[in-house]
C-alpha cells in the first residue's frame, strides 16, 4: 500500500510541474520529446497480485482463435498522394556545402521513384473489448494516458520476423503485463490481417530479441511462417483487450542493394535542441528548420530510406512518427534509445554508432547520407562509416570529421536530387 501511494503522491507532482498537461494522449498521438531531455529513474509500481486477486470486470467476450483471418478493410491507395514540393529558388548556395559527392546521375536521371508508403489504411476492427485479467491493471490504467509503442526493425529477406511493442502508462511508464493483445498486420501497407493475440510479458518473461531486453510489459509475437513478410514495408497494429488503446511498429524488409539516410530529430529537424522539452511540459510543437522536408523527399524520390536515429527515451517513438507527419517530411523508421530518460554525451554516441552498426551489417554498407548537429552526431556517423561527403551538420561549429556544413537546407535541394535512383 505504501508504493501505491507513493506512486499517486508522484503522479500528482508530474501533473503539477506540467501544468496539468495531459502527457500521453492515449487516442492521438502527441508530437515527439528531445535527445536533450532527462527524467530521473523511478521505481516501478509492484503490480503482482496473487491469480485470487483476479476480479472480472465488463462482459466477458468469446477466446479469439489464433489463426490469421483476412480483416474486412478496404485497401488503401498503394501510393498516397504528396504534394509536391518546389525546389526553392533564388536562394544562393552556402559557400561551405559542396555538392552532393554522388556519382554522375544515370540516364535516367528525371524519373523519380515511387514515393514510400504512408501505410495509413483506415485501421482494423479490433475483437470486443474484454475485461483485465488482474485486479492491480485497473492501478496501472488509471495512472494516466498510454504510452504504448512498437520497436521498427529493419529485416533482411532470411532474417527471423518479430513483431516487437512494448505497453505502458502514466508519467511513470508503468508496464502494462500479464494481460491480452491482438495482432494485426497491413501487409505492403495495403491490405490488413489479423494475426492472432500475444500476452504482454513480466519483467525477464522473454529472451532479449533485435536488442530489445525484456523489462516487462512487451509484446513480442513471432511472425508466423504462413504470413511470412516479404520484401517492402509493413505496419503492425496491436490493440489492448482491455481498453482497445493501440500501438503501432513498422518493419522494413530490405531488397538488395537498399540504400538508406539517417537523420538525428532534436536541432537537427527541430527548430532548437530542447524545443520538444518544453512540448512535453506543455508547449507548442516544435517547427521544422526550413528546407529539411524538402531535402529528406529529395533522397527518398531517389529510393532512400529514411531512418530517424534520435537519443530520445523509448516513450517518446509514438510522438516522433506523429511529428514528422505533421511537418511533412518522408515517412520512414524511428529509433529511440531503450529507455525512460534517453541519452546525451557518450551515451547518445555510444547508441547512435551501435544502431548504425548493426544496420550497416544488415545492409551489407553503412548509411549513404546522415544528418546531424553536434558532436555525438559526428562521432556516430564517422565511427559508423557514414562517407563524409554525405555527412550534412546542421549549422554546427564542432568537428564535423571531414563532413559538410549546413546552414541552410534549401541550398542541398538540389544537389541532393541529382544521382542514381535505388528505386524498389
Known amino acids: 500500500m505504501s508504493s501505491l501511494k507513493t506512486?499517486?503522491?508522484?503522479?500528482?507532482?508530474?501533473?503539477?510541474?506540467?501544468?496539468?498537461?495531459?502527457?500521453?494522449?492515449?487516442?492521438?498521438?502527441?508530437?515527439?520529446?528531445?535527445?536533450?531531455?532527462?527524467?530521473?529513474?523511478i521505481p516501478r509500481l509492484d503490480d503482482d497480485v496473487p491469480a485470487s486477486a483476479d476480479v472480472p470486470m465488463g462482459v466477458d467476450a468469446p477466446a479469439s482463435v489464433d489463426v490469421p483471418a483476412s480483416v474486412d478493410v478496404p485497401a488503401s491507395v498503394d501510393v498516397p498522394a504528396v504534394v509536391d514540393v518546389p525546389v526553392v529558388e533564388d536562394v544562393p548556395v552556402v559557400e561551405d556545402v559542396p555538392p552532393s559527392a554522388d556519382v554522375p546521375a544515370s540516364a535516367d536521371a528525371?524519373?523519380?521513384?515511387?514515393?514510400p508508403p504512408m501505410c495509413d489504411a483506415a485501421p482494423p476492427t479490433p475483437s470486443a473489448m474484454t475485461s483485465w485479467r488482474h485486479l492491480t491493471t485497473r492501478v496501472t490504467v488509471a495512472l494516466g494516458g498510454q504510452r504504448h509503442r512498437g520497436r521498427d526493425l529493419f529485416l533482411r529477406p532470411g532474417d527471423a520476423q518479430?513483431?516487437?511493442?512494448?505497453?505502458?502508462?502514466?508519467?511513470?511508464?508503468?508496464?502494462?503485463?500479464?494481460?491480452?493483445?491482438e495482432v494485426f498486420l497491413l501487409r505492403n501497407c495495403r491490405t490488413w490481417e489479423r494475426l492472432g493475440?500475444?500476452?504482454?510479458?513480466?519483467?525477464?518473461?522473454h529472451a532479449t530479441v533485435?536488442?530489445?531486453?525484456?523489462?516487462?510489459?512487451?509484446?513480442?509475437?513471432?511472425?508466423?511462417?504462413?504470413?511470412?513478410?516479404?520484401?517492402?514495408?509493413?505496419?503492425?497494429?496491436?490493440?489492448?483487450?482491455?481498453d482497445h488503446t493501440v500501438a503501432d511498429q513498422y518493419i522494413e524488409v530490405l531488397p538488395a542493394g537498399a540504400r538508406v539516410a539517417v537523420s538525428d530529430v532534436d536541432g537537427t529537424l527541430t527548430e532548437s535542441e530542447t524545443a520538444e522539452?518544453?512540448?512535453?511540459?506543455?508547449?507548442?510543437?516544435?517547427?521544422?528548420?526550413?528546407?529539411?522536408?524538402?531535402?529528406?523527399?529529395?533522397?527518398?524520390?531517389?529510393?532512400?530510406?529514411?531512418?530517424?536515429?534520435?537519443?530520445?527515451?523509448?516513450?517518446?517513438?509514438?510522438?516522433?512518427?506523429?511529428?514528422t507527419r505533421d511537418r511533412g517530411l518522408p515517412s520512414g523508421l524511428v529509433h529511440t534509445m531503450l529507455n525512460l530518460t534517453g541519452g546525451t554525451g557518450a551515451a547518445a554516441f555510444a547508441f547512435k554508432r551501435d544502431e548504425l552498426s548493426t544496420l550497416r551489417a544488415r545492409l551489407g554498407r553503412p548509411a549513404d547520407y546522415a544528418f546531424g548537429n553536434t558532436d555525438t552526431d559526428a562521432q556516430a556517423y564517422d565511427a559508423a562509416g557514414v562517407p563524409a561527403s554525405g555527412a550534412y551538420y546542421y549549422r554546427f561549429t564542432g568537428d564535423r570529421r571531414g563532413g559538410q556544413l549546413n546552414n541552410d537546407y534549401r541550398a542541398l535541394v538540389a544537389p541532393l536530387s541529382m544521382g542514381p535512383r535505388y528505386c524498389r
Not at 531486453?213 to 497494429?237: E, Q, T
Open 197 to 205: 493475440e500475444a500476452r504482454t510479458t513480466r519483467d525477464n518473461d
Open 277 to 323: 522539452w518544453l512540448t512535453v511540459f506543455g508547449g507548442a510543437s516544435p517547427a521544422v528548420n526550413a528546407g529539411a522536408p524538402e531535402a529528406l523527399w529529395s533522397l527518398a524520390r531517389r529510393g532512400f530510406i529514411i531512418f530517424y536515429l534520435t537519443a530520445r527515451p523509448e516513450w517518446l517513438t509514438t510522438r516522433t512518427h506523429q511529428w
Open 7 to 41: 506512486w499517486l503522491a508522484l503522479s500528482m507532482t508530474v501533473a503539477a510541474c506540467s501544468g496539468g498537461a495531459d502527457l500521453a494522449d492515449p487516442d492521438v498521438p502527441g508530437d515527439a520529446g528531445t535527445d536533450a531531455f532527462q527524467l530521473p529513474e
Open 210 to 242: 533485435e536488442g530489445v531486453v525484456d523489462n516487462g510489459g512487451f509484446v513480442y509475437f513471432p511472425i508466423p511462417a504462413s504470413a511470412r513478410l516479404g520484401v517492402g514495408r509493413h505496419r503492425l497494429r496491436y490493440v489492448v483487450r482491455g
Open 162 to 181: 518479430w513483431g516487437i511493442a512494448r505497453f505502458t502508462y502514466g508519467a511513470a511508464d508503468d508496464d502494462l503485463q500479464d494481460e491480452d493483445v
Open 110 to 115: 528525371d524519373a523519380l521513384c515511387d514515393e
